[in-house]
């Protein structure tokens, strides 16, 4: 069932795509929700937009890090 729920997730990330939105499943901003503002599938990172305390906020993240 893991290699199954990789294999969809590693597929989906391939048509991530600027402006939509994306949460955070591990790491110390795990359950935040953020949108997509750039994405680098070399180097398998995405930065995602948070709004902290009224403030945006640019965070860069793994790409196995979001669903």
């Given at each position: ?52 305390d ?14």
């Open positions: 069932m893991t290699f199954l729920k990789n294999t969809v997730l590693a597929f989906s990330i391939q048509y991530l795509h600027v402006g939509d939105w994306a949460r955070v499943v591990k790491g110390h901003l795990q359950g935040e929700v953020g949108q997509v503002i750039s994405t680098d599938h070399m180097y398998g990172s995405t930065g995602l937009e948070f709004t902290f009224g403030c945006l906020e640019e965070v860069k993240i793994r790409l196995k890090d979001i669903e």
